[in-house]
């Protein structure tokens, strides 16, 4: 699967899947975010709910939504 490549892609550039954040729901849609590190280096990027939670249960980690109420 492709979060199986992405996992594996990350890991060999040694990038660390540090949290995932379920960031908004406007209208009936989710909205999330995926931060990294590499070396030191903190990135967010903008992913769909789905990928995010794919890519956190490959790394193990839970994601967690950030105060908002649904």
Same mark, same amino acid.
């Given at each position: 699967?492709? +979060?199986?490549?992405?996992?594996?892609?990350?890991? /060999?550039?040694?990038? #660390?899947?540090?949290?995932?954040?379920? #960031? &908004?729901? +406007?209208? /009936?849609?989710?909205? &999330?975010? $995926?931060?990294?590190? +590499?070396?030191? #280096?903190?990135?967010? $990027?903008?992913?769909?709910?789905?990928?995010? $939670?794919?890519? &956190?249960?490959?790394?193990?980690?839970?994601?967690?939504?950030?105060?908002?109420?649904?």
């Amino acid at each position: 699967m492709t +979060h199986d490549l992405f996992k594996t892609v990350l890991d /060999g550039l040694a990038v #660390t899947l540090e949290r995932v954040e379920i #960031t &908004a729901l +406007h209208d /009936g849609t989710f909205y &999330a975010e $995926i931060e990294f590190d +590499h070396a030191g #280096t903190k990135s967010r $990027i903008s992913s769909r709910p789905s990928d995010a $939670i794919a890519l &956190a249960v490959r790394f193990g980690l839970a994601p967690m939504p950030t105060g908002a109420r649904w």
